[in-house]
């Protein structure tokens, strides 16, 4: 539907909800084989029997039926593959229309066709990040399976546009309120887009650089703790002084989101008033995961149980995963995924289950080069000059017309800023532009696996992002293996932490092969579980050295040690566990203090009674919140560092590794100085009289009414604005394993990060597995399944992730056959 030929629709109810009380036909279809034809055609008119909604979709061999369960979710039976990822293109589209179609034209870069010139620099920042390689290498970097997937894939989002060409009453709201119509897609649409994707610490690059510049070397090491030890120095021919404060803008403007207000689509932060670089690190750096197997050996059932948690940006609505049961001839699978991939990249194939953390493996840098003063169009290299690449597109704007955008090129990637006063030229050198580093797409390759051995063979494939994943197989097998695309950086102290010159001395010989990296399979503790924490032995190659503190994984591993036999109400209570290793590690040094302010002693008694769990009725979790983030952080900055370095590495405590201050308070002498102890000591009780009385002044004098979560809190914002699912209370903070990254820079502390998808797998009785999908699996408020799950999810609690034929019927809600 191009915008000339959009029609505004009007409301009604949802597409093909309730049914009309005619008796369910039993599906027929076995575990991992398809339904004979006679049998086809038997079940296809029970389905229209029972009134469920039939829609028209060319190109599809055999009917498709789709039964979406009680909790929204859909299970598609069709007769081979290929008609199974159209259905699951039509699916998706028929719940998430907006938000894939949002995805696609940021991605591609074709805001400016519906929305107008104000949107030519975002469409040109997201072309430049563009894959741009050979397609049949890209193709093949995903497996077999791939090409036919993605184009059925494309197809059936074109039919269920085409299809509300003749129902455009049934479009949904936000194309209205905007006044444009979806957009077709090409297959090629699912893979070339990269710029979603996690797997870069260019802001990390950046914010060391600036830190360096203003407080030196030690200032460097207060910004994160790096594993392996290492100290990163700056590289020959790199002037910190000459890089720009807004040299990622164009790069930061390419991977924002979206989102609508006021009437307009806008780039989309974290939150309001955050800068671009801040968005981006926290970007790179707070978004993480839980994935833990038990071995049958330590549960009650003696089947393995796989638990899993992705944590990523949680306040958009809808959320970014979608669950999905695919079922065909040789494939039955079920789980997660994000909404514009074919596939499933977390759950079960009713033979081995998975699930998935990030691994930050560093697959980006930043490139600065010498201009010819004669030509600003050659940069240096080696000892001569080398011409930027030049391509030019004609980017459609709305209203009629094009604007000419000119994307400039090095030989190591896509040129973001051109500062002439000082001849310098930047560019961004990324995985993204290797075939194969479409993120989560790689799942393909494992979605038949029949047992361990294949999954990891499998991951060999894996490219983007880099990934934990961890699995459980009906032999009982469990374990964990990695996959990433990375780098093998050639260059004298060339490590990806700081920007690094263009001119041939720091370059990526190759990459890393996924079988060189370490695994585990079966451990001895009966249990696999992995946090983004520092997980490679010594030895193994290097993918970052920088990564999330181990709390989370110190946790599970201390609950899951002294369980001898795991149930899955242990996993849902683990996933929900809310008890901080920063608390845990902080209270015993201030609790044992005492102070003449008044104000100061009533803070120590609260934290006194603190047990270190961050709940969400927690009184001293309010206020060690409040202090930590707001008072203590900030103080520890300024007592290390001259003013300027300590402002800045307090304008990044959003992304803060506390490692390193826990380091300092351990070990004061070394970092304090001569009674460092007390210097400690003083900081602490220093900066608490503060605290409570922001706290007092939020909540009210009354320490009995105070709660941490009157205070955190969390809302999935529609991309309408109103309405949205209103603020709910949480528990929870950045190092719990019900983990809650929030901002503490406003007056109130919103969730910003954190798990809306959770599961928790019974390995081969499957229909006892558990997940939550929050707020609901739909992105349309007309329809049921828009926030029917949100309760549930902001309780910490689950639905039944029904599999088999016959519990699939049980829990049967809104029927739907796709005809040829």
């Not at 610490?201 to 030196?216: F, H």
């Not at 983030?629 to 506390?658: G, M």
């Not at 706290?695 to 009157?710: C, I, P, Q």
Request: proline fraction near 7%; hydrophobic fraction near 40%.
């Amino acid at each position: 539907m191009s915008p000339s030929s959009f029609r505004p629709p009007s409301r009604r109810a949802v597409v093909g909800t309730g049914l009309a009380g005619a008796a369910a036909t039993a599906l027929t279809a076995t575990a991992l084989d398809g339904p004979a034809a006679a049998r086809d055609a038997e079940a296809d008119a029970g389905w229209k029997a029972d009134k469920g909604r039939t829609y028209p979709v060319p190109g599809l061999r055999k009917p498709v039926r789709v039964t979406v369960d009680t909790w929204g979710v859909p299970h598609l039976y069709a007769a081979d593959a290929g008609d199974l990822f159209q259905a699951q293109g039509f699916n998706i589209a028929r719940d998430r229309l907006f938000q894939i179609d949002t995805w696609r034209r940021r991605g591609l870069g074709r805001f400016s066709e519906v929305l107008g010139e104000a949107y030519v620099e975002q469409d040109r920042a997201a072309r430049l990040f563009l894959y741009r390689g050979g397609m049949d290498a890209e193709w093949a970097a995903y497996g077999p399976e791939a090409r036919t997937a993605a184009t059925r894939f494309a197809a059936g989002i074109n039919a269920y546009v085409d299809w509300l060409d003749d129902h455009p009453e049934e479009l949904p709201e936000e194309f209205t309120a905007l006044g444009y119509g979806p957009a077709r897609w090409e297959p090629e649409d699912v893979v070339r887009i990269r710029t979603h994707a996690l797997g870069g610490n260019l802001s990390g690059e950046l914010a060391r650089a600036k830190l360096l510049r203003l407080g030196g070397p030690e200032a460097g090491k207060l910004y994160r703790k790096l594993e392996p030890e290492h100290t990163p120095r700056v590289p020959d021919g790199l002037d910190l002084d000459l890089i720009p404060d807004d040299v990622a803008e164009v790069f930061h403007l390419a991977t924002a989101q979206m989102q609508f207000s006021d009437g307009r689509m806008k780039r989309a932060a974290p939150a309001e008033g955050l800068d671009a670089q801040t968005a981006g690190l926290l970007r790179e750096t707070v978004s993480g995961s839980n994935a833990w197997a038990v071995s049958p050996r330590r549960t009650a059932t003696g089947r393995p149980i796989l638990a899993g948690d992705p944590h990523r940006e949680n306040h958009a609505l809808p959320g970014n995963r979608y669950l999905v049961h695919l079922h065909a001839p040789g494939l039955n699978i079920i789980g997660a995924g994000e909404p514009w991939n074919p596939g499933v990249s977390m759950g079960h194939n009713g033979r081995i289950a998975f699930g998935l953390t990030n691994l930050p493996a560093d697959q980006t840098d930043l490139y600065v080069y010498d201009l010819d003063p004669d030509d600003p169009t050659r940069y240096r290299y080696q000892d001569g000059w080398e011409r930027i690449r030049t391509v030019t597109e004609d980017i459609p704007v709305a209203g009629g017309g094009t604007r000419r955008a000119e994307l400039s090129f090095t030989r190591h990637g896509p040129v973001v800023k051109v500062d002439v006063e000082n001849a310098k030229a930047y560019a961004v050198r990324t995985v993204w532009t290797e075939p194969g580093t479409s993120p989560y797409l790689g799942s393909l390759r494992f979605q038949r696996a029949a047992d361990s051995g294949e999954f990891v063979k499998a991951m060999r494939g894996w490219k983007a992002p880099g990934s934990n994943l961890v699995y459980a197989d009906t032999k009982g097998d469990i374990g964990w293996v990695p996959g990433a695309l990375f780098p093998k950086r050639k260059g004298e102290g060339y490590d990806g932490l700081l920007p690094v010159p263009g001119d041939g001395r720091y370059e990526w010989d190759g990459f890393h092969d996924n079988a060189a990296l370490p695994r585990v399979r079966n451990p001895r503790e009966g249990y696999i579980a992995s946090a983004n924490e520092y997980n490679f032995p010594s030895g193994a190659p290097v993918p970052t050295y920088e990564w999330t503190a181990p709390d989370r994984k110190r946790r599970i591993d201390k609950v899951l040690s002294r369980h001898r036999r795991v149930t899955l109400e242990d996993t849902v209570a683990l996933q929900n566990d809310e008890r901080s290793g920063n608390a845990a590690r902080l209270l015993p040094y201030v609790t044992r203090l005492d102070s003449a302010d008044p104000t100061t002693r009533k803070a120590l008694r609260l934290l006194r009674a603190h047990d270190a769990v961050a709940g969400e009725d927690s009184a001293p979790a309010a206020l060690f919140e409040t202090w930590l983030t707001r008072f203590l952080y900030p103080a520890w900055t300024q007592a290390l560092l001259p003013k300027e370095a300590a402002d800045h590495l307090t304008s990044l405590s959003l992304a803060a590794d506390l490692r390193v201050m826990h380091e300092t308070f351990a070990h004061p002498g070394d970092w304090f100085g001569e009674g460092g102890a007390k210097a400690r000591d003083a900081l602490l009780l220093g900066s608490l009289a503060k605290a409570y009385e922001e706290v007092r002044a939020k909540l009210g004098a009354d320490e009995a009414e105070w709660r941490w979560g009157a205070l955190h809190f969390h809302v999935f914002a529609h991309p309408l604005g109103e309405p949205n699912t209103g603020r709910v209370a949480r528990g929870g903070t950045f190092d719990t394993v019900r983990c809650s990254y929030y901002l503490f820079t406003t007056y109130h502390f919103p969730e910003i990060v954190g798990p809306t998808f959770r599961m928790a797998l019974d390995v081969g009785a499957w229909d006892n597995s558990r997940a939550i999908n929050a707020p609901g699996q739909s992105g349309d408020r007309r329809s049921p399944h828009f926030t029917d799950l949100h309760a549930t999810w902001a309780k910490g609690g689950h639905f039944p992730l029904v599999y088999s034929d016959e519990a699939v019927e049980k829990n049967a809600g809104t029927r739907i056959l796709l005809e040829p």
